[in-house]
């Protein structure tokens, strides 16, 4: 009986300790003129996904246009 109280008491103590995580900060937007954080995205070409990601610090000087399609390839 020892072993069977003493599991139940383990298995409890976390539950009780857990607390709600805290929320992350909501991020901030860019202002127009403001220059972008440097980020990592997979690209598409005319012939299908690009094999190797894009980086935008390798296109510094150059004109960037980002564009989300959130219903590519869905069904809505």
Request: hydrophobic share 50%; net charge positive.
């Amino acid at each position: 009986m020892k072993r069977i109280v003493l599991l139940l008491g383990l298995a409890a103590a976390p539950l009780a300790a857990q607390q709600p995580a805290p929320a992350p900060p909501a991020p901030t937007p860019l202002a127009m003129g403001v220059e972008a954080p440097d980020f990592t995205l997979s690209a598409a070409t005319l012939a299908g996904v690009s094999p190797s990601p894009i980086h935008l610090k390798d296109l510094r000087g150059k004109t960037v246009v980002i564009a989300f399609f959130y219903q590519a390839r869905t069904k809505g």
